[in-house]
C-alpha cells in the first residue's frame, strides 16, 4: 500500500523567504510523485511531478521538488516566497500507469507581508 | 484543449435527501475518478473507472453513493440518501492512463444540512 506524510499541516514564512514543504511517502514500487497547489474555492492544480527521470524536478511558480530515494522524501521548495504563493499544498503519490493517486493531509502556506 | 468540467459547482441540501454530481473529463481520457475532498484533509479516492467499467471502488459507501459513466465518456456521482458527513468537495479527475498526468475539475461543494 502506498502513503504520503506531509510534515506541518500550517507553514507561515515571510514574503522572499525560502518555502519548503515536506513529504515523505511509502511505496512498495517506485513511486510517481507529485505536488499540487490549491487555492480557495478551486480544484487543484499540478505543481510538478516525479516519474523516475530526473530527480531535481522544476515546476511552475519557480517551485521545485527533490527525489530523495533514501530518504523517501520528496520536498517543495521555492527560494524567495510570494503572497500569491498563499494556498493549501497537497503532495501525492501513484504507482505509475492508471492507478490512482493517494494524496497527504496536506500543507497549508502562509506568506506574511 | 478543454479542462475536466464538473457541475454544479456548489449544492445544499438537507440530510435523506438525493443529490446527483456530473462530470465531463478531457476528450480522450480512458480513466475517470472521482474524489471526496473533506475540509482540511486530502481528496480520497471514491471510485475509478477505466473507460466504462468500474476499476476500483473498494471506497465507495454503496450503500448510499452510487457512480456511472455511460459509455466511457460524462459520468455522475449519486448520494442517496445524504448525511451530514457527506458534506466535502467531490472532485473528478480523469488521465490518459500513463501515470503521469491527471487533471482535476474545480470540484463541487456539497453541503448537507
Known amino acids: 500500500a502506498q502513503s504520503v506524510t506531509q510534515l506541518g499541516s500550517h507553514v507561515s514564512v515571510s514574503e522572499g523567504a525560502l518555502v519548503l514543504l515536506r513529504c515523505n511517502y511509502s511505496?512498495?514500487?517506485?513511486?510517481?510523485l507529485f505536488w499540487y497547489v490549491q487555492y480557495p474555492n478551486q480544484g487543484l492544480q499540478l505543481l510538478l511531478k516525479?516519474?523516475?527521470?530526473?530527480?531535481l524536478v522544476k515546476g511552475i511558480n519557480g517551485f521545485e521538488a527533490e527525489f530523495k530515494k533514501s530518504e523517501t522524501s520528496f520536498h517543495l521548495t521555492k527560494p524567495s516566497a510570494h503572497m500569491s504563493d498563499a494556498a493549501e499544498y497537497f503532495c501525492?503519490?501513484?504507482?505509475?500507469?492508471?492507478?490512482?493517486?493517494?494524496f497527504g493531509k496536506g500543507t497549508r502556506l502562509s506568506v506574511i507581508a | 484543449e478543454a479542462g475536466v468540467a464538473q457541475s454544479p459547482r456548489y449544492k445544499i441540501i438537507e440530510k435523506r435527501q438525493s443529490v446527483a454530481f456530473w462530470c465531463n473529463p478531457i476528450?480522450?481520457?480512458?480513466?475517470l475518478y472521482w474524489y471526496q475532498q473533506i475540509l482540511g484533509q486530502g481528496p480520497k479516492l471514491l471510485i475509478q473507472?477505466?473507460?466504462?467499467?468500474?476499476?476500483?471502488d473498494s471506497q465507495l459507501p454503496k450503500d448510499r453513493f452510487s457512480a456511472e459513466r455511460l459509455k466511457g465518456v460524462d459520468s455522475t456521482l449519486k448520494i442517496q440518501p445524504a448525511k451530514l458527513e457527506d458534506s466535502a468537495v467531490y472532485l473528478c479527475?480523469?488521465?490518459?492512463?500513463?501515470?503521469?498526468?491527471?487533471?482535476f475539475g474545480s470540484g463541487t461543494r456539497l453541503t448537507v444540512v
Open positions: 511505496s512498495s514500487v517506485p513511486p510517481y
Open positions: 473507472f477505466q473507460n466504462n467499467g468500474v476499476v476500483d
Open positions: 479527475a480523469s488521465s490518459l492512463g500513463t501515470g503521469s498526468g491527471y487533471t
Open positions: 476528450s480522450g481520457h480512458a480513466t
Open positions: 501525492a503519490v501513484s504507482q505509475g500507469g492508471n492507478t490512482p493517486l493517494v
Open positions: 516525479y516519474t523516475s527521470a530526473a530527480t
